[in-house]
């Protein structure tokens, strides 16, 4: 993947940057997760879960209904968010499935 | 825009599935579980907070909610969510079954009763309070038999009882299972539980559609292994049915014959039935789609999956085909062999690379406590394939499982 980091698309990076650092994290850390910007291109924004987040059995209701959501509403002409998290890899999520 | 809410658990391997679903659809999602998301209070357009053991009070719930917000469908995704998304369903008038058959549906002694009155059948059965005395409910039931709990799915706390210590003994293993912590039961199914007639035979699980009160059979899949206790753990099942094709057309009129019984008309249904030679008996017959993550297993039409499906039908559009895809495929589920810690997974390149075997999805982490049944209710992960024949399926699951090891200590 590659990065593109200036003009437009920069700008747009660091809006999404400053929305992770100032609302998203600081709400996620409440169940021991954080969220990491990996990049944006096309208005498609790449992030990582960690922590809690990372193999979280809610990690795909905190991505779409929750920060999708909110970067789509603060910066509009976000398209999609895309998760690039390995969540197989995760030691210590919040909620843990199984079968009903 | 169409809006959907999803009554998701956050402890349902569902998640991701319907999400997808949804995402895919482009529906606005409104997504609702039992505790709160960390984004609850910054996303209060797309995230609830319900109380899933109130189905009446979450409806309320919703209903107020939903002022501002108006939903066009309501879809629960397991066991734990069926009757609330009725309730709410019920309370906005959308598209839904009756909260009355899907309540029935979940608890074994009611559903047993609606299937017995109609002439569906089933094991015989008895309910069992358990305050009483153990030997003395022993003497009226025949062996061998099951002891299950009344709500409670994926076999936990189901156990086979050959003699009268037998029986004993898991009467007080299920009344310990139902007090833990993470059995979140109450009421009757907190105070009885169900003893039934062992029924011989093979077993098959049925995913089926009912659209207005009839049923479309979605998938028959075979249970190869033989499912005689003590505990019913539940591993590989491959689709299409090996069994002769006059058999499966009795499986899908009795599993039809018990829906109409419970009042089930709407949405996904997911049963369980043996089959000796007397013919099928009804297990169960849940309203609500498969567990766990076997629905990948499932592709319908030009590659949709279940979960598409079954929003769909919620929502009321159209859907081209519910034919399954006529390739074999199946799934096993990787079964817990013993309590403790995850310490390490060895064998998934070689079990990836059998032939047929298309995914490994380990989906217990390293360091997870892990429980066997009859108290447990998670698996170690699940193993897909696809191949020519039922048969190749069973063996690429088969030799794909062998290649796993698993460290719990």
Same mark, same amino acid.
């Given at each position: 993947?590659?990065?593109?980091?200036?003009?437009?698309?920069?700008?747009?990076?660091?809006?999404?940057?400053?929305?992770?650092?100032?609302?998203?994290?600081?709400?996620?850390?409440?169940?021991?997760?954080?969220?990491?910007?990996?990049?944006?291109?096309?208005?498609?924004?790449?992030?990582?879960?960690?922590?809690?987040?990372?193999?979280?059995?809610?990690?795909?209701?905190?991505?779409?209904?929750?920060?999708?959501?909110?970067?789509?509403?603060?910066?509009?002409?976000?398209?999609?968010?895309?998760?690039?998290?390995?969540?197989?890899?995760?030691?210590?999520?919040?909620?843990?499935?199984?079968?009903? | 825009?169409?809006?959907?809410?999803?009554?998701?658990?956050?402890?349902?391997?569902?998640?991701?599935?319907?999400?997808?679903?949804?995402?895919?659809?482009?529906?606005?999602?409104?997504?609702?579980?039992?505790?709160?998301?960390?984004?609850?209070?910054?996303?209060?357009?797309?995230?609830?907070?319900?109380?899933?053991?109130?189905?009446?009070?979450?409806?309320?719930?919703?209903?107020?909610?939903?002022?501002? +917000?108006?939903?066009?469908?309501?879809?629960?995704?397991?066991?734990?969510?069926?009757?609330?998304?009725?309730?709410?369903?019920?309370? @906005?008038?959308?598209?839904?079954?009756?909260?009355?058959?899907?309540?029935?549906?979940?608890?074994?002694?009611?559903?047993?009763?609606?299937?017995?009155?109609?002439?569906?059948?089933? #094991?015989?059965?008895?309910?069992?309070?358990?305050?009483?005395?153990?030997?003395?409910?022993?003497?009226?039931?025949?062996?061998?038999?099951?002891?299950?709990?009344?709500?409670?799915?994926?076999?936990?706390?189901?156990?086979?009882?050959?003699?009268?210590?037998?029986?004993?003994?898991?009467? +007080?293993?299920?009344?310990?299972?139902?007090?833990?912590?993470?059995?979140?039961?109450?009421?009757?199914?907190?105070?009885?539980?169900?003893?039934?007639?062992?029924?011989?035979?093979?077993?098959?699980?049925?995913?089926? @559609?009912?659209?207005?009160?009839?049923?479309?059979?979605?998938?028959?899949?075979?249970? #190869?292994?033989?499912?005689?206790?003590?505990?019913?753990?539940?591993?590989?099942?491959?689709?299409?049915?090996?069994?002769?094709?006059?058999?499966?057309?009795?499986?899908?009129?009795?599993?039809?014959?018990?829906?109409?019984?419970?009042?089930?008309?709407?949405?996904?249904? +997911?049963?369980?039935?043996?089959?000796?030679?007397?013919?099928?008996?009804?297990?169960?017959?849940?309203?609500?789609?498969?567990?766990?993550?076997?629905?990948?297993?499932?592709?319908?039409?030009?590659?949709?999956?279940?979960?598409?499906?079954?929003?769909?039908?919620?929502?009321?559009?159209?859907?081209?085909?519910?034919?399954?895809?006529?390739? #074999?495929?199946?799934?096993?589920?990787?079964?817990?062999?013993?309590?403790?810690?995850?310490?390490?997974? +060895?064998?998934?390149? #070689?079990?990836?690379?059998?032939?047929? %075997?298309?995914?490994?999805? %380990?989906?217990?982490?390293?360091?997870?406590?892990?429980?066997?049944?009859?108290?447990?209710?998670?698996? @170690?992960?699940?193993?897909?394939?696809?191949?020519?024949?039922?048969?190749?399926?069973?063996?690429?699951?088969?030799?794909?499982?062998?290649?796993?090891?698993?460290?719990?200590?």
């Amino acid at each position: 993947m590659t990065t593109e980091s200036t003009g437009k698309n920069g700008d747009l990076k660091s809006r999404v940057q400053d929305l992770i650092d100032t609302m998203i994290n600081p709400a996620v850390a409440g169940h021991g997760g954080y969220v990491e910007l990996i990049d944006v291109q096309e208005n498609r924004v790449y992030l990582q879960m960690g922590g809690g987040c990372q193999g979280c059995g809610a990690a795909d209701v905190t991505l779409k209904a929750g920060i999708e959501r909110l970067l789509k509403e603060e910066i509009p002409e976000i398209a999609e968010v895309l998760d690039t998290t390995d969540h197989a890899a995760g030691s210590n999520p919040y909620y843990t499935p199984g079968k009903a | 825009m169409a809006r959907l809410l999803l009554l998701l658990p956050t402890t349902t391997y569902r998640t991701e599935a319907f999400v997808h679903a949804a995402h895919k659809l482009g529906v606005d999602l409104v997504c609702a579980s039992e505790r709160p998301s960390t984004l609850e209070e910054l996303a209060p357009g797309t995230l609830l907070t319900l109380d899933f053991a109130d189905p009446e009070g979450a409806a309320a719930r919703v209903a107020e909610w939903s002022r501002g +917000h108006p939903l066009d469908a309501v879809v629960g995704v397991d066991d734990l969510t069926t009757t609330v998304a009725a309730a709410i369903a019920h309370r @906005l008038g959308l598209r839904a079954n009756p909260v009355a058959a899907v309540a029935a549906a979940r608890n074994k002694y009611q559903m047993r009763q609606c299937l017995a009155a109609a002439g569906v059948p089933v #094991p015989r059965f008895r309910r069992l309070a358990l305050k009483d005395d153990p030997f003395t409910a022993a003497r009226g039931v025949a062996f061998p038999c099951v002891l299950k709990p009344l709500a409670l799915s994926a076999s936990r706390g189901v156990v086979r009882a050959n003699t009268v210590d037998q029986f004993i003994a898991a009467f +007080h293993r299920i009344g310990a299972i139902l007090h833990r912590d993470d059995v979140g039961v109450s009421g009757e199914a907190a105070e009885y539980l169900l003893a039934e007639q062992f029924v011989p035979g093979l077993e098959v699980a049925l995913e089926g @559609l009912l659209v207005g009160g009839t049923l479309h059979t979605l998938a028959l899949f075979d249970k #190869p292994d033989p499912l005689d206790g003590p505990f019913f753990e539940e591993t590989i099942y491959v689709t299409p049915s090996r069994l002769p094709q006059a058999i499966q057309r009795r499986i899908t009129k009795v599993t039809a014959a018990a829906c109409a019984a419970l009042g089930l008309r709407e949405g996904p249904v +997911h049963a369980e039935l043996r089959v000796n030679d007397d013919g099928p008996w009804v297990i169960e017959v849940a309203a609500r789609s498969i567990g766990g993550l076997c629905s990948r297993t499932l592709r319908f039409g030009t590659g949709m999956s279940l979960e598409e499906l079954i929003l769909r039908h919620a929502l009321g559009w159209t859907i081209d085909s519910l034919d399954r895809e006529r390739r #074999p495929a199946g799934v096993m589920m990787i079964p817990i062999p013993r309590a403790g810690r995850l310490q390490a997974v +060895h064998g998934q390149e #070689p079990a990836a690379a059998v032939e047929g %075997i298309e995914e490994v999805a %380990i989906t217990a982490h390293l360091g997870q406590e892990l429980m066997p049944l009859p108290e447990g209710w998670q698996y @170690l992960g699940f193993i897909f394939a696809r191949a020519e024949t039922p048969e190749a399926v069973e063996k690429a699951l088969r030799e794909a499982h062998a290649h796993l090891h698993f460290d719990i200590a």
